[in-house]
């Protein structure tokens, strides 16, 4: 099972693929009903790795920092999980007494090795592309206030343009995202 940070990346970068633009993560946060803080530091590492880029400022924000279909999964689940093996023994072969020989591990490396095959082939793009035909399923099922997430674009950026109060929060490397405060966001 992945870690919860891991589930966060990649729901935010199919959320940043599906506006095409810049959201904060405040905005990210209410579509999926999720932490802000806990998302925060999912956009931290994501800075880091390069999978996005992120605006100081009063109107800033992130973005993908390339296309979604050069952003495959699997390099993402890596960045978050690590290829450390499902259990200790797959690195280590000392680590355990039924080694040397051992079915388990064999079969748990190669497990492996067909996961991160399976989800290097998988890029973002590829997630959207599978609803954006029909317009529903996936991402269209966000819904925030019984209103779908592109009807709430116009509303943020009213909000940005000086109905509320900026929020800078350091990054790491000099790097600062912005979030927009707003109390009725909260009330999902």
Known sequence: MFKLQTDYALRTLIYLAHVDGQASVQQIATAYGISRDHLFKVVQQLVRLGLVVS???RNGGVRLGREA???NCGEVVAGFEGRHGLLPCVKDQS???LEPGCALRTTLIKA???MFEVLERLTIADILRNNAAEKSGGVYNLTIRRRPIESLESETAEHANGNGDALRLPVTAGV?????HNPAARAV
Request: net charge neutral.
């Open 69 to 71: 279909s050069q952003i």
């Open 176 to 180: 600062g995202i912005s979030l927009i």
């Open 95 to 97: 680590y355990c007494v």
């Open 112 to 114: 492996e090795q067909a």
């Open 55 to 57: 605006r100081p400022g």
